[in-house]
């Protein structure tokens, strides 16, 4: 069951100003998130990337949500083939206990100065 859809788009460039901040990064990317994207060829584009989807995961399920959801607690990881995938634990699954969200699937794509990411939450 599909319990909701969620878009988002970022500017590659504004993402880059905030990431000089490392308090403010911090508060937004996992360490694994950032083990992640030492690894990518494109740094820039996968912070970005990821965080349109953590906002697009946030719209797609936060009318269910009985609490606080911050950004830090969407995870985007990879799975071999490097397709992004919601890691639902910690704070995020309990967060989505009671409202019959189990999982995401989650696509991003960047062009040029601009980061997309799409969401739908399912159960």
Known sequence: MIYGVGIDN???SVVERFL???EYSDDIF???ERE?????KDRMDFFA????AKSAVWKSCSHLIKGILEKKDIE???YEDNAPYVAVE???KELLEGTGITAFRVSITTEGDL????AVSLG
């Open 30 to 32: 996992s360490e694994r």
């Open 49 to 52: 990337g990821r965080y349109a």
């Open 115 to 118: 980061a997309s990411a799409i």
């Open 76 to 78: 985007i990881l990879a």
């Open 36 to 40: 992640l994207a030492a690894q990518s």
């Open 20 to 22: 000089d901040n490392p």
């Open 10 to 12: 970022v500017t590659i």
């Open 90 to 92: 910690g704070h995020l």
